[in-house]
């Protein structure tokens, strides 16, 4: 029994650490292995606990998908409308998936346009008025400087 018991002791330790293991696959990798389980919270992640670039890339990239999404779904109707009469199933399918496809990456590059548009006007803003606080007033102004932006390309009299 204690001859048994030594050996899963021995066996044990010989078992390699974690940062052993890591340094081992690559020794100029200097990474911090964290000892046991690490949580977050709800007040890390959604209130407000991550930088402006975090909130930046993650709003921008979730306005792309739900406009892709949606354009995807606008497109397929759509080519469902224009191919009601076509008799060929090959070419009914074909013009389902060009519309979806062309309705679908406008969607989803104008959606991301203008999360982008708002989110840099809300950090001009913020830097301007020096108010650490999101308050209403700052989502005024964004909103208004992102419809004026990107009302411009339309010209003056649809702009304004």
């Not at 919270?41 to 959604?46: I, K, S």
């Not at 921008?60 to 191919?83: C, P």
């Not at 982008?116 to 301007?128: D, G, I, N, P």
């Amino acid at each position: 029994m204690a001859t048994q018991q030594q050996q899963q002791q021995q066996q044990q330790q010989q078992q390699p650490t974690p940062q052993e293991m890591m340094a081992a696959y690559h020794p100029l990798l200097d990474v911090a292995v964290p000892k046991g389980i690490e949580y977050s919270t709800l007040d890390d992640t959604v209130m407000g606990g991550s930088n402006w670039t975090d909130s930046f890339i993650q709003q921008t990239g979730f306005a792309f998908l739900i406009g892709g999404g949606v354009g995807t779904a606008v497109g397929t109707l759509q080519g469902i409308r224009q191919t009601t009469g076509n008799p060929h199933m090959k070419l009914r399918v074909n013009g389902i998936l060009n519309a979806a496809g062309r309705r679908g990456s406008l969607w989803a590059n104008s959606a991301a346009a203008v999360v982008l548009t708002f989110h840099c006007s809300r950090k001009v803003v913020s830097l301007a008025v020096k108010n650490k606080d999101d308050d209403a007033i700052n989502y005024i102004g964004c909103a208004v400087a992102v419809g004026a932006l990107l009302g411009a390309a339309k010209g003056t009299k649809q702009g304004i």
